[in-house]
């Protein structure tokens, strides 16, 4: 018998059609058997509903049109000793014939992409009929000759041994005789010959009727376009009008969700429709490479493609559950602080730097330090037992090793047996999915050469994308998934989200091997670019033609992209034919204030309080607010942040006794510290909050480690002066001996820096060398001129004052506090006449020093540094008279070697009483307002972390800054001392040693 080919409108008319059918074949015997074949198991679902909702149906079989090829077909090709192939298995084919071939593909025979786009084209071509793939090979480009001969071979390794979905459908063909002769093929979407050729084999035995959709404009439907901000917008309002349908009595299983893209609505869709609570099938959001299990071993047997970087391991470490050999976590956060410390970045550094990290700590006597020395020692041993498992990456080793070693972590990561057991469903399902996947790998030694890891690991990726993915049972729950998954079902509501240029119709895909004239030679049976958009707007009016309301969605934007998207070329299409209402969700905020029904019940909190402010009310007092106490203090925090005075939300802690200097000597530059910014002296000195310094994105040495790096080598050098191993400054200053011994000095301090890894990236850090060399002998050349001047000599270097059992400075103020201070003179000299010249080098800029002088070293009570060296160094010098005392700043090539000079003698006291008495006030006062710089352009650097902590600027904060300037006590504490007008100069720019 002839095929029968019959056209129905898509929709009611379809099921309508299907029962005509249906009841033709059965000739009133309600059980004679009918087989219906439809494009998903979904729309047999619902078919299978309607029917028997709307006459009965019995003795009806509903599957996919690859099913019953299995059924029919399947046992022949087991009994020939064959097996099902998959992926793994064609892409090891098509690896080794790949790597036998000297033809065009040859220098990128062992690219992923390769294997990839070669075992698609090869899955293809295997429905193209011999004569066309004849055709192809023989008229087509070069690079289409290639590719069916590449295919050809694959298929001559497989076909002795394994089947493939086209041997399927032919051994089905074969065995048509045997099949139900009664068969309805209801609404097929694109059929592949081999498709085709089953059904015309089904016809030459039985009677076969096909109802093809017609593709028409939808009528009847309600149709509703909706533009949003952007895809994440779409989803919740797509979720909202679901809740908005289901209040009204729309049954969850009469509404669908469909997208034009998996990425990013999959996700999106999943994750606001589980927030509120709605059961739903279909396509799940996250993949099953996404899985915790997947994540594991994928990323553990590709850690060291570059090596075992610190990023990628601490990057690892934060999603996947890392234990020790004893079962028990990884200490992961103190490793990632300590790794930080030592200066980790790349694959080198995990012995040598741990090692002298773990004893420069150990050497701190403290407990808390011998435990961090103790956890570098076992983060440098847990590096190594994971580099030892893992092997060498070029390491060719078999199937079965990789699959026992992806089984190894598995298990011994997430918790043995017990662990495992505490899974979510979704992960535990997950985790018995790949362990399948790595048992059907650890198989192949029988098929395949041993591999590397990295073929092994995308092998293993291959097989995990590949593998069939659903949530929920059919017909259970709001519909979810891609447009052709609506085509053929019955809904009342559908919301399709995408309906964008771009996405719908999508742009044609990256083919990288057959293009569209290599493809016309197939008379239709690979379809070009043209054909897919066509596809896709056969399924676009069919999905909408089954339903009695439409909700387009499109988005106005692509955040992820910062692009603009235009709504759909076919939505104005719709809309000139059917009555289309539109409207606009401006924002995530006003789509919520306006939303029918908010989906959860912070959106129906955020709705109440939207609309209590709209009509007037006091948002303070609405219910909701009073019933929340996160809400009741984030309104006062707001409300308080606006007025013109410090309150307890921006730095007002006047209710708390803090005490400024402790039971231990201070350092000048922490007092200074509390000038500059009060808040930022709060959250450091206070709360003990730090930046957080990444080695690993350090592109160049940083300001604080090259002062760090200068002050070791000028003290070392010095030290060398003062121990007699180099003669003092003569009448002329630094000789040519002096200045070989300072570079030797940088250089062996420069190696030491190296190796803590804080030096940055290679190429920098040779060109910073360089010129740190120039600098130090440009310096020594300058110092030459002021010591041979002042007839000085150097009696001190790194003079330590107030720790490690050295007295502190003491300073008295004349209200009887005592000022005990502590730090380090980078350098003390005796003149002739006993003068002591106290020097601070600096290797940052000198703009904020311009304002020392004699009279006021202070620089207006903002630096503190010189008066406590000069108190320093009258100490050093021992009982006696007090000697006169130059304190100077020493700067390098950034200012031009500056020397920045106060004579601190009696006049200059009362100014640096003034100012220590006011640092004190100001921190026993509890004031600790943000002091951010104006806003500014800046390339890179950032002057406070604790202003600016994001990097992206300070406008806001200095718009609140000005706000509270109107406080009184903000404005006298933050000018001048004994001034009550704020004079901010910005945060200190440059590094002490």
């Known amino acids: ?179 139900p002769c009664r068969t309805v093929v209801f609404l097929p979407q694109r059929l592949r010959p081999t498709e085709q050729a089953l059904l015309d084999a089904l016809a030459h035995h039985g009677e076969v009727l096909l109802l093809e959709g017609e593709h028409r404009l939808p009528a009847g439907v309600g149709l509703d376009v909706v533009d949003a901000s952007d895809a994440d917008e779409e989803a919740r309002e797509a979720v909202r009008t679901v809740v908005a349908a289901v209040h009204d009595g729309t049954p969850l299983h009469r509404i669908g969700i469909v997208w034009s893209r998996n990425e990013p609505y999959a996700r999106l869709v999943g994750e606001h429709l589980h927030a509120a609570g709605i059961p739903w099938n279909g396509r799940p959001g996250i993949a099953l490479h996404e899985r915790l299990a997947a994540r594991l071993v994928l990323d553990l047997l590709r850690l060291d493609r570059r090596g075992i970087r610190r990023a990628d391991l601490f990057a690892l470490l934060a999603h996947v559950p890392a234990r020790l050999a004893d079962g028990t976590l990884v200490p992961r956060q103190r490793w990632e602080r300590l790794s930080r410390e030592a200066g980790l970045a790349g694959d080198a550094d995990w012995a040598d730097r741990l090692t002298a990290f773990s004893e420069r700590t150990r050497a701190r006597g403290q407990d808390h330090h011998q435990r961090d020395a103790d956890a570098a020692l076992q983060l440098q041993a847990f590096v190594a037992d994971l580099r030892n498992q893992l092997g060498e990456p070029g390491a060719e080793l078999p199937w079965q090793h990789w699959a026992d070693l992806g089984h190894r972590f598995l298990h011994r990561w997430l918790g043995g047996h017990r662990g495992i057991a505490t899974l979510p469903t979704d992960e535990f399902e997950a985790y018995t999915a790949v362990q399948a996947a790595l048992d059907r790998l650890g198989r192949l030694d029988a098929l395949a050469q041993p591999v590397t890891r990295v073929i092994f690991a995308h092998t293993l990726q291959s097989e995990l994308d590949s593998a069939p993915g659903r949530v929920g049972r059919i017909g259970v729950g709001v519909h979810v998934g891609p447009l052709s998954f609506a085509v053929g079902q019955p809904f009342e509501l559908l919301v399709v989200v995408g309906t964008c240029e771009g996405l719908l119709p999508a742009p044609p895909p990256p083919e990288a091997l057959l293009g569209d004239a290599d493809r016309a030679l197939t008379d239709g049976a690979l379809p070009i670019n043209a054909d897919l958009a066509a596809e896709q707007h056969r399924q676009l009016w069919a999905a909408l033609a089954g339903t009695k309301r439409a909700v387009l969605l499109t988005p106005r934007g692509d955040l992820r992209a910062t692009a603009l998207r235009q709504p759909s070329r076919w939505i104005a299409e719709l809309a000139h034919g059917m009555p289309t209402q539109a409207r606009s969700v401006p924002s995530f905020a006003a789509g919520l204030a306006d939303a029918a029904f908010p989906a959860t019940l912070s959106q129906h909190r955020i709705r109440a309080l939207t609309h209590a402010a709209r009509s007037g009310q006091p948002v303070a007092e609405h219910p909701v607010m009073r019933s929340l106490q996160p809400l009741r203090l984030g309104v006062a925090m707001i409300a308080a942040r606006a007025l013109p005075l410090l309150t307890e939300y921006d730095g007002d802690l006047s209710g708390l006794s803090i005490d400024p200097l402790g039971d231990r000597p201070v350092s000048p530059t922490r007092l200074e510290a509390w000038v500059s910014c009060p808040h930022g002296w709060f959250m450091r000195y206070v709360l003990g909050l730090q930046p957080v310094e990444q080695p690993d994105e350090q592109m160049q040495i940083t300001p604080r480690d090259r002062g760090t790096l200068v002050h070791a080598a000028l003290d070392q050098f010095h030290r060398q002066v003062i121990d007699g191993l180099l003669p003092q400054p003569g009448p002329d200053g630094w000789g040519a001996q002096h200045l070989e011994a300072l570079l030797a000095a940088f250089q062996e301090q420069a190696g030491q820096l190296e190796q803590e890894g804080a030096t940055g990236r290679a190429a920098f850090w040779r060109s910073e060398q360089s010129r740190q060399r120039y600098e130090l002998a440009t310096w020594l050349q300058h110092d030459s001129v002021f010591v041979a001047g002042r007839h000085a000599q150097v009696i001190a270097s790194e003079h330590r004052f107030g720790s490690g059992g050295t007295p502190p400075a003491v300073i008295e103020l004349p209200d009887g506090t005592v000022v005990r201070l502590a730090g380090s003179v980078d350098r003390i000299d005796r003149c002739d006449d006993g003068t002591l010249v106290v020097t601070d080098h600096k290797t940052g800029g000198a703009d904020s020093f311009r304002d020392i002088t004699d009279t006021d070293p202070t620089a207006g009570g903002t630096k503190l540094q010189l008066p406590a060296y000069a108190a320093a160094a009258v100490a050093f010098a021992g009982a006696g008279a007090i000697p006169p005392v130059v304190a100077e700043y020493a700067f390098l090539g950034k200012a031009d070697y500056k020397r920045v000079t106060s004579h601190i003698g009696e006049s200059a006291w009362p100014k640096v009483y003034d100012a220590l008495q006011h640092v004190l006030d100001g921190i026993r006062s509890g004031v600790f307002v943000a002091r951010p710089e104006k806003s500014q352009f800046r390339l890179s650097f950032v002057p406070c972390e604790y202003c600016d902590p994001d990097h992206l600027g300070t406008a806001e904060r200095w718009t609140q800054f000005e706000r509270k300037l109107a406080d009184p006590r903000v404005a006298g504490l933050l000018g001048e001392p004994g001034d009550a007008t704020p004079a901010p100069t910005g945060h200190e720019e440059t590094v002490d040693g």
């Open 1 to 179: 018998m002839a095929l029968q080919r019959l056209t129905t409108p898509y929709g009611p008319p379809a099921l309508r059609a299907l029962r005509e059918a249906v009841d033709r074949l059965q000739q009133g015997d309600p059980l004679a058997p009918v087989t219906v074949l439809v494009h998903s198991n979904a729309v047999g679902v619902a078919a299978r509903r309607w029917l028997a909702a709307n006459g009965g149906i019995a003795a009806a079989q509903f599957v996919t049109a690859f099913r019953f090829a299995e059924l029919l077909g399947g046992q022949a090709l087991a009994e020939s000793g064959k097996r099902p192939v998959s992926t793994p298995v064609v892409d090891v084919a098509v690896r080794q014939v790949l790597a036998a071939s000297s033809g065009i593909f040859q220098p990128i025979a062992q690219h992923q992409a390769t294997i990839t786009a070669l075992r698609n084209t090869y899955r293809d071509l295997r429905h193209v009929s011999v004569p066309l793939r004849h055709r192809l090979g023989a008229s087509g480009s070069a690079r289409a000759r290639e590719v069916v001969r590449l295919c050809a071979d694959v298929h001559r390794t497989l076909q002795r041994d394994w089947y493939d979905e086209a041997d399927l459908l032919h051994s089905a063909g074969r065995a048509a005789a045997s099949a």
